[in-house]
Structures are given as C-alpha cells and as structure tokens.
C-alpha cells in the first residue's frame, strides 16, 4: 500500500541534541515537503525538495537541515541551533508540479525535555 | 508573498447545524485545494477548484470558488460529530513553489 512514513512517532530531545526525523515515501513523488505545526496554527514550510539532490528553503528554515539523497527519503534534522523545537512536524510529498494535491504522513510530535 | 486569509478560526455548532469557513487572498488564485485534519491525525486532500465560480458537493460539503478566483468557501450542512476538526485552505504561490496553507478553522460539533 502506496504512502509516506514517517519515524518516530513521538520524539524527545535534550537542551544542544540534533535529532533527525525520518520521512520515506513509496509514492514515486518527485517533491517532498517538511512542515512544522504548532498547537492551533496552520502549517509552515520548513524545506521542501523537487528533485533528487536539490532543495529550498521554505518559510522558517533557520535551525534545520536536510537533505535529498534518494528519491523516497527527505530526512529533516533539527539542530541545536533552533530554540524552541516543540512542535508536530509533517512530511508530505506530491508529483512535484505547481497546484498538485499534497499527502502526508502521520507525523512526529518533537518535545524537549 | 502570497497569502490566503482564513475565517473563522474556531467555530462551536450543535450537531446539525451548518458550518462555513472562508478563504481569502489578495491575488488571483491559479486553484484552491482544501484539507481536513482530524484531532492528533494528518491532513488529508478533500478537493481542488480550478475555474472561476467553479461549485463542487462531496455529500454535505459545498465547495465554491470565486468569480474573481480571490476567495473560496467550504460549507458543511447539517454536521455531525465526524465532522470535527480543522479545515484548511492552500494555494500555489506564484511560479513553481510549493502550496500556501491558510491557519485552518477549527471545527467542535456538540451532540
């Protein structure tokens, strides 16, 4: 069955940790997307990737890394460098084209401990 | 850059009654793709408008969108509590960028 996964499910992270967050797809999608969401907000772009070894920047970069090595995997890594990391995270991935519909994974909910 | 303006941001109806969100940007829309996301969950694509005026009805969901492609609204008739949660709105910004998410409208159905 076709989808995106993303791993773990839940994470929890000490003061000065980078922890990396899994996104894989089956899809065959050419682009890939992260968000970051917080409680009651909408949906802000972190990164996103339309092809194997490229990506941009989105809306709130600063304190995150990824990248594209293969097509079905958009890891995003969040640094120490981002200072309130708290927040649900989504992965979502479509045909790569202006105006397509985007599916998402399940999510992973980051905390600080 | 883009944005797409979107009201209410919460809405309380007894089960039942109707719902409406709206979904507004200061520029011409290309399209408009709506998402529902229940509590603790993902969103999930319900449907896409492309041309102007353009209504589309997915059971008790009414989609419309505007004559001017500037404005967009979602209309529930008679909720139920499945239809709980947040409904987004999102367009492409201009050039081959990626979707802009209206900040949803939380949807609570009281039994």
Redesign the interface.
């Known amino acids: 069955d076709g989808g995106i996964t993303q791993s773990p499910k839940y994470l929890f992270r000490k003061e000065g940790q980078n922890v990396t967050l899994s996104c894989e797809q089956n899809l065959n999608h050419d682009?890939m997307?992260w968000?970051r969401q917080d409680p009651?907000?909408?949906?802000r772009?972190i990164y996103?990737s339309?092809i194997v070894n490229d990506f941009q920047k989105?809306d709130i970069a600063e304190g995150y890394s990824v990248s594209r090595e293969k097509k079905e995997s958009f890891p995003l890594t969040v640094t120490s460098a981002q200072k309130n990391p708290t927040a649900f995270y989504?992965c979502?991935s479509n045909g790569g084209q202006?105006?397509q519909?985007?599916?998402?994974?399940?999510?992973t909910r980051l905390s600080i401990l | 850059g883009q944005q797409v303006m979107?009201i209410p941001q919460y809405q309380h109806v007894q089960e039942g009654e109707d719902f409406t969100t709206y979904c507004n940007s200061s520029t011409t829309l290309?399209?408009i793709?709506w998402y529902k996301q229940r509590p603790g969950?993902?969103?999930?694509?319900l449907i896409?408008l492309v041309k102007s005026g353009e209504v589309k009805k997915q059971k008790r969901l009414t989609f419309q969108f505007g004559e001017a492609k500037k404005n967009s609204s979602l209309h529930i008739t008679a909720t139920q509590t499945t239809d709980v949660g947040t409904y987004?709105c999102?367009a492409?910004n201009s050039?081959?960028?990626?979707?802009v998410?209206?900040?949803?409208t939380?949807l609570s159905v009281i039994a």
Not at chain 1, 40 to 43: E, K, N, R, S, T
Not at chain 2, 41 to 45: C, E, Q
Not at chain 2, 95 to 99: A, D, V
């Open positions: 682009a997307y968000y009651g907000q909408g949906l772009l996103y339309q989105g989504l979502a202006v105006g519909p985007q599916h998402f994974g399940d999510g | 979107q290309s399209n793709q969950g993902h969103p999930v694509f896409q987004f999102a492409p050039g081959n960028t990626p979707l998410f209206g900040k949803g939380r």
